[in-house]
C-alpha cells in the first residue's frame, strides 16, 4: 500500500512537471542556463530524470550512428543534440572542438571528454549575449507576423579566424537587428575577441556594420517579414576583409519593390567590409537568397543561392558581377496559386519578371542550377586527404532534400562534371571541415519543443580506419 501510494505521488509530480514545462518555457530557458551537458544520445532530457535514467541514455550504446555507403567511403554519422531549442545559428572549429552560437546567442563549445562513455560533451559558455533586441522585435511584431518573429530574427552565421592585426582570434557573427525608435530591422555583424583559448572567454559583441536601409515588416505581403530570404553568410576573403552575404528579404518586384538590382542599397548583394577601418562596398549584385560562402585555398568564392522552384543557383563570385536575379534566372514561378499571373495567356509556371527566357543571357551565370527542389543552404570545398577521393571536390548542403551533395569540379573548364547526393534525412543548416579531415554539420531545429538542433559529425567508418 505505502510503495502504491509513494508510486501515484511520484507520477502526479511528473505530471505536474510536464504541465508547468509547457506553460513555462521562459523559465526552461532559465533552468537551462544553469546546468551543464553531456549529449551522445538522440534526445535531450525533460525536467527531471533519476541517475539511473541519466546513466543509461549515457551509455554507449545509446549514442546515435549511422552508417552510410557513398561512391568513395563509407561513412559513419555521430549526432549530438545541442542543449538549446534555437533556429539557425552557426558551427566553427575551435582547436579540437566545435563552436557553436544558437540563432538566440547562446554559446556552447562540443568537446572531447575523458569519460569513457560519453565521447564528447557540451560545456556551455557564459558570455554577454549579442544585443539585437530581438526579445523587442518579437513583442512589437509577434502579433503581425506570428511564429516567424522568434523563428527568423537572430543570428545568421559565425566565422572564426585569425587576422593579422589582432592579437587574438577573432569570432563574427551576422544577426537581424532591430531599431526599436523606427520599428525596423537590418542585418548586422558583430565580433568578438577570444581572450582565452583555455576556459574559452570572449570580449563583450561590438557591432562592426549594419545595412544602411532599415526594412518594415511589410515591406512584403507573402509573407511579411520574410527573413527566410536573409542570407547573412560570412567568409574572411584576406587580412582585413571579411565578405557578407545578404538576401533580398522577397523583395523581388513581385512581391515587394525590387532590391537586388538597385546599388542604391545593400540588399541582394555581396558586402565586403573592412574589419579595420570598417569601410564597405557592394562586392557582387543579383542575388536573391545567398545561403551560402566559401572560400577555397586558390581564392575561388563559391556561393550556394536559393532561386524561385527549380532554380537554386552555385556561383563563382567575382567583384562587380551581376548575377541577375529578379530579371534573370532558370526556376519558375514558386507559388502554387495564380497570384502571379497578370493575364490569362501567362505562362503560369514562368516567373513573371525574367527578361532572359530562362536563358540567364547577358548577367553572370551560374557554374549549375538544379532543376528540382533541393532548398540549397551551406557550402565547403573539400580540402583534405583523411577522404581521399573527396579532395578539391564541393560538398554542398541542403534543407528540402535532406542530402548532401558532392559535385566534382574541372577548375580549368569552371564546369561540374560529376554529381553524387547523399541522403541524411535531415535538414542541414550549416557544414563546416574540421582540422582532422571530418566533416560536422548543424541542423535545424524541429517542429517540436524537444526536437533541437543536431550537430553531426562525419567519420570514416571503423572498418576503415582499421585498414
Given at each position: 500500500m505505502k510503495k502504491t501510494l509513494l508510486l501515484?505521488?511520484?507520477?502526479?509530480?511528473?505530471?505536474?512537471?510536464?504541465?508547468?514545462?509547457?506553460?513555462?518555457?521562459?523559465?526552461?530557458?532559465?533552468?537551462?542556463?544553469?546546468?551543464?551537458?553531456?549529449?551522445?544520445?538522440?534526445?535531450?532530457?525533460?525536467?527531471?530524470?533519476?541517475?539511473?535514467?541519466?546513466?543509461?541514455?549515457?551509455?554507449?550504446?545509446?549514442?546515435?550512428?549511422?552508417?552510410?555507403?557513398?561512391?568513395?567511403?563509407?561513412?559513419?554519422?555521430?549526432?549530438?543534440?545541442?542543449?538549446?531549442?534555437?533556429?539557425?545559428?552557426?558551427?566553427?572549429?575551435?582547436?579540437?572542438?566545435?563552436?557553436?552560437?544558437?540563432?538566440?546567442?547562446?554559446?556552447?563549445?562540443?568537446?572531447?571528454?575523458?569519460?569513457?562513455?560519453?565521447?564528447?560533451?557540451?560545456?556551455?559558455?557564459?558570455?554577454s549575449r549579442i544585443d539585437n533586441k530581438k526579445k523587442l522585435f518579437i513583442e512589437n511584431n509577434e502579433k503581425i507576423v506570428g511564429n516567424y518573429a522568434e523563428r527568423f530574427f537572430g543570428v545568421k552565421d559565425i566565422l572564426v579566424d585569425n587576422f593579422s592585426d589582432f592579437k587574438n582570434k577573432l569570432l563574427f557573427a551576422s544577426s537581424l537587428q532591430y531599431n526599436v525608435s523606427d520599428d525596423c530591422?537590418?542585418?548586422?555583424?558583430?565580433?568578438?575577441?577570444?581572450?582565452?583559448?583555455?576556459?574559452?572567454?570572449?570580449?563583450?559583441?561590438?557591432?562592426?556594420?549594419?545595412?544602411?536601409?532599415?526594412?518594415?515588416?511589410?515591406?512584403?505581403?507573402?509573407?511579411?517579414?520574410?527573413?527566410?530570404?536573409?542570407?547573412?553568410?560570412?567568409?574572411?576573403?584576406?587580412?582585413?576583409?571579411?565578405?557578407?552575404?545578404?538576401g533580398d528579404f522577397y523583395a523581388d518586384g513581385v512581391n515587394g519593390p525590387a532590391m537586388s538590382q538597385n546599388l542604391s542599397n545593400m540588399y541582394g548583394k555581396t558586402i565586403k567590409i573592412n574589419i579595420k577601418n570598417l569601410d564597405y562596398e557592394i562586392f557582387s549584385y543579383g542575388h536573391r537568397n545567398p545561403q551560402g560562402l566559401f572560400i577555397d585555398k586558390d581564392s575561388n568564392i563559391f556561393s550556394t543561392e536559393h532561386g524561385p522552384t527549380y532554380g537554386d543557383e552555385l556561383n563563382l563570385i567575382f567583384k562587380n558581377n551581376n548575377y541577375g536575379w529578379p530579371i534573370a534566372t532558370y526556376g519558375t514561378n514558386y507559388k502554387s496559386s495564380d497570384a502571379y499571373v497578370k493575364?490569362?495567356?501567362?505562362?503560369?509556371?514562368?516567373?513573371?519578371?525574367?527578361?532572359?527566357?530562362?536563358?540567364?543571357?547577358?548577367?553572370?551565370?551560374?557554374?549549375?542550377?538544379?532543376?528540382?527542389?533541393?532548398?540549397?543552404?551551406?557550402?565547403?570545398?573539400?580540402?583534405?586527404?583523411?577522404?581521399?577521393?573527396?579532395?578539391?571536390?564541393?560538398?554542398?548542403?541542403?534543407?528540402?532534400?535532406?542530402?548532401?551533395?558532392?559535385?566534382?569540379?574541372?577548375y580549368k573548364k569552371k564546369s561540374i562534371i560529376y554529381s553524387e547526393n547523399i541522403k541524411l534525412d535531415k535538414r542541414i543548416r550549416d557544414i563546416i571541415e574540421m582540422n582532422d579531415g571530418r566533416i560536422a554539420l548543424l541542423t535545424d531545429r524541429g517542429k517540436k519543443l524537444n526536437e533541437n538542433p543536431e550537430i553531426i559529425i562525419i567519420s570514416k567508418r571503423a572498418l576503415e580506419k582499421n585498414n
Open positions: 501515484t505521488l511520484w507520477i502526479i509530480s511528473i505530471l505536474i512537471s510536464t504541465v508547468w514545462t509547457f506553460e513555462n518555457p521562459e523559465k526552461i530557458i532559465k533552468f537551462k542556463n544553469i546546468l551543464k551537458y553531456d549529449f551522445s544520445f538522440k534526445k535531450i532530457f525533460v525536467s527531471l530524470r533519476s541517475k539511473t535514467t541519466e546513466e543509461k541514455l549515457n551509455a554507449k550504446e545509446d549514442i546515435k550512428i549511422v552508417q552510410i555507403d557513398t561512391a568513395y567511403n563509407h561513412i559513419e554519422l555521430e549526432f549530438f543534440p545541442v542543449p538549446v531549442y534555437s533556429s539557425y545559428g552557426g558551427i566553427a572549429q575551435i582547436d579540437d572542438s566545435i563552436l557553436y552560437l544558437s540563432g538566440d546567442s547562446d554559446l556552447f563549445l562540443l568537446k572531447k571528454n575523458d569519460n569513457k562513455k560519453i565521447k564528447f560533451k557540451f560545456e556551455e559558455i557564459f558570455s530591422y537590418t542585418v548586422g555583424v558583430y565580433y568578438s575577441e577570444i581572450i582565452s583559448m583555455d576556459d574559452f572567454e570572449i570580449s563583450k559583441w561590438k557591432n562592426i556594420f549594419s545595412t544602411k536601409k532599415c526594412l518594415k515588416v511589410d515591406l512584403t505581403t507573402n509573407p511579411r517579414f520574410a527573413a527566410a530570404s536573409a542570407g547573412g553568410r560570412l567568409i574572411k576573403i584576406d587580412e582585413e576583409h571579411i565578405l557578407l552575404s545578404v493575364d490569362a495567356n501567362d505562362n503560369k509556371k514562368e516567373w513573371p519578371l525574367d527578361i532572359t527566357k530562362n536563358t540567364h543571357n547577358s548577367f553572370f551565370k551560374p557554374l549549375f542550377s538544379w532543376g528540382n527542389t533541393i532548398g540549397i543552404s551551406n557550402l565547403i570545398v573539400y580540402e583534405n586527404d583523411y577522404f581521399p577521393k573527396w579532395n578539391k571536390n564541393l560538398i554542398i548542403s541542403t534543407l528540402v532534400s535532406n542530402q548532401l551533395i558532392r559535385l566534382v569540379i574541372d
